[in-house]
Each structure stands twice: as structure tokens, then as C-alpha cells.
């Protein structure tokens, strides 16, 4: 399972950085993306980073938000930077198992997600 951390309240225009921490597993196997789901709609993707280290993301982030891991720590980091009242989500990570890199539906190994919350 991947365990997402590090959300709170924040407010507009100010960074955050999650984490996503495994147990078990071999962590440096996998690509681990981001979804997030906003209050009373569904999830959506946020981003994507590979296991060479490349990295894809929704355009809704693009230029505010990275990615990053540490294989070493199993741990991937999702720094957010600009935030906006429309980033307040709850925000998961999991592992990609292939398929269209936007689609949740090729995630698997989900944990509790952590609650950002951007108030303007």
C-alpha cells in the first residue's frame, strides 16, 4: 500500500509538499502518480513520476506542481507550489501498472489520501 501525507491548510499562493510513502513491496519498481478528489467529485488524475524519473502531469498543475522520489526512502514527493482554493482535494497516490497515464483506473495500491485544503 502507498500512504499519502504532509496535507493541512494552507492559503492561496502558498506551497505545500506531500508524501508518499510504500510498505512492502519493491518501491523502485514502480511509477507512482497522484490523484486527488475534490469535495463532492470524483477523482482525477494530478501527475505521474516514472522509475527513471520522468514525470507527466494534468495541465491543471503544469508549472505549479513536481514531482519527485527518493528510492532510498520509498518515499515520492509531491511539492505544490501557487496553490489555489481549486486545489483544495483530498490527495492520493498509488502505483501505475500501465495503460494511459492519465486514467485512475490503472492505479492500484491505494492508501488513505491526505486533505489539502487552499483557502482564499
Known amino acids: 500500500q502507498l500512504q499519502a501525507s504532509g496535507g493541512g491548510l494552507v492559503q492561496a499562493g502558498d506551497s505545500l509538499r506531500l508524501s508518499c510513502t510504500a510498505s512492502g513491496g519493491t518501491f523502485r519498481s514502480y511509477s507512482v502518480g497522484w490523484i486527488r478528489q475534490a469535495p463532492g467529485k470524483e477523482r482525477v488524475f494530478v501527475g505521474t513520476i516514472g522509475r527513471s524519473g520522468g514525470i507527466y502531469f494534468a495541465d491543471s498543475v503544469k508549472g505549479r506542481f513536481t514531482i519527485s522520489r527518493d528510492n532510498a526512502r520509498n518515499t515520492v514527493y509531491l511539492q505544490m507550489n501557487s496553490l489555489k482554493p481549486e486545489d483544495t482535494a483530498v490527495y492520493f497516490c498509488?502505483?501505475?501498472?500501465?495503460?494511459?497515464?492519465?486514467?485512475?483506473?490503472?492505479?492500484?495500491?491505494w492508501g488513505q489520501g491526505t486533505l489539502v485544503t487552499v483557502s482564499s
Open positions: 498509488a502505483a501505475w501498472l500501465g495503460g494511459p497515464l492519465s486514467d485512475i483506473r490503472f492505479y492500484n495500491y
